[in-house]
């Protein structure tokens, strides 16, 4: 793609977005969910994905598998197509195949991995590792994860990206102190999607790297929207406060990814999910209104103050 194109459907995404977040749906189809585009094609995807990070690390014939099953089947019947995982999350990637193969939703899915290795040899290794662990011949994003030698991985991947065996690519981060080299990567190197941690208590990729994405037509997952048990731990016990009502939000888990997903750069957030009572929750931030800028202040100055 041109660099006029990327700019030009960059900017129209910033439109639609802002339009979007104005009446408070970006792109909400017939299933509800709010929709976000990814910049560098126009594609769009619903907002709310799933993480498989730790839950999904299970033995692929064991019992540990049905509710796995039962979860991704449920998110992809409410209209969720998002699902990440990575050769380093143990057997997930395993997991996950024998899931989409078993249901035959592959085709049904937005199959998101990364690449973790140091040279070409080992990143072409663990990424035919992938395709044989996921069951599939095509993976829609590969990303470099936690910028694991993107001077090795990223030609890999545009070498990939033209073969038509991945359709995006980009990398991935989860500590602050890698964001300038997230950031110097974002100016130096053409992606399609970063994934960056954010959540409401913490909120430092809002500072340059979420501003970067929108300024670079760079589709933005986020990571660790929930802090894992973090924030789950702050609210423990406390009722949302009556503003919550205001945006739609009927829990603490919805009130955490609408912050999030209310962040205008902000394409899909990937919580872990690994329950049907999960699922239901979480696609739940991505229907109906998002806060505005005033109610995000509200909701960082009540999170800041637990
Ligand atoms: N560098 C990277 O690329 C990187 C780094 C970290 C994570 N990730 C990705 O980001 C994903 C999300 O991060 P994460 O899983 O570590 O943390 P997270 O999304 O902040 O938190 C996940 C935990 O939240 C709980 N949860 C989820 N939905 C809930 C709901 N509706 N109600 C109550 N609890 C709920 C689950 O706890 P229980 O299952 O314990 O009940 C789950 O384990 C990962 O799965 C992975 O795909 C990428």
């Known amino acids: ?5 990327r700019a030009v459907l960059a900017g ?3 439109c639609s977005l802002a339009a979007g977040l104005a009446s408070g749906r970006a792109s909400a189809q017939g299933d509800g969910l709010i929709r976000r585009p990814i910049p560098s094609t126009g594609e769009t995807v619903p907002a709310i994905g799933i993480g498989t990070s730790r839950r999904y690390d299970v ?5 540990a598998m049905a509710p796995l099953r039962e979860t991704v089947a449920r998110f992809v019947a409410l209209g969720g197509t998002v699902i990440d995982t990575a050769p380093d999350y143990g057997r997930a990637e395993e997991v996950l195949g024998r899931i989409l193969t078993d249901t035959g939703l592959r085709e049904k899915v937005f199959l998101c991995s990364k690449v973790a290795a140091r040279g070409r040899e080992a990143g072409q290794a663990q990424i035919a590792q992938s395709f044989r662990r996921l069951g599939t011949d095509r993976i829609d994003l590969i990303a470099v994860h936690n910028l694991i030698d993107p001077a090795a991985q990223l030609p890999l991947l545009r070498e990939l990206k033209e073969r038509k065996r991945i359709r995006y690519l980009g990398a991935t981060t989860w500590a602050e102190g890698q964001y300038g080299d997230l950031e110097a990567l974002m100016k130096a190197e053409t992606l399609d999607v970063i994934q960056v941690n954010y959540a409401v208590d913490a909120r430092r990729a809002a500072e340059r790297i979420l501003p970067l994405a929108r300024d670079r037509g760079v589709a933005v997952m986020v990571n660790v929207p929930f802090g894992r048990e973090r924030l789950f731990n702050l609210v ?3 009722d949302l406060p009556p503003f919550a009502a205001e945006f739609d939000c009927a829990s603490w888990p919805q009130f955490f990814l609408k912050y999030v997903l209310s962040h205008e750069a902000v394409t899909c957030p990937v919580p872990g999910t690994a329950q ?3 699922v239901e929750d ?3 931030a991505a229907r109906g ?9 509200k909701m960082e100055e009540l999170i800041d103050g637990l």
């Open 236 to 238: 423990r016990g406390r």
């Open 282 to 284: 979480n696609l739940g």
């Open 12 to 14: 129209s995404f910033a």
């Open 59 to 63: 033995a692929p014939d064991s019992d």
């Open 276 to 278: 049907v009572r999960y």
């Open 289 to 297: 209104r998002l806060p505005d800028a005033a109610t995000r202040r």
């Open 1 to 5: 793609m041109t660099l006029h194109r």
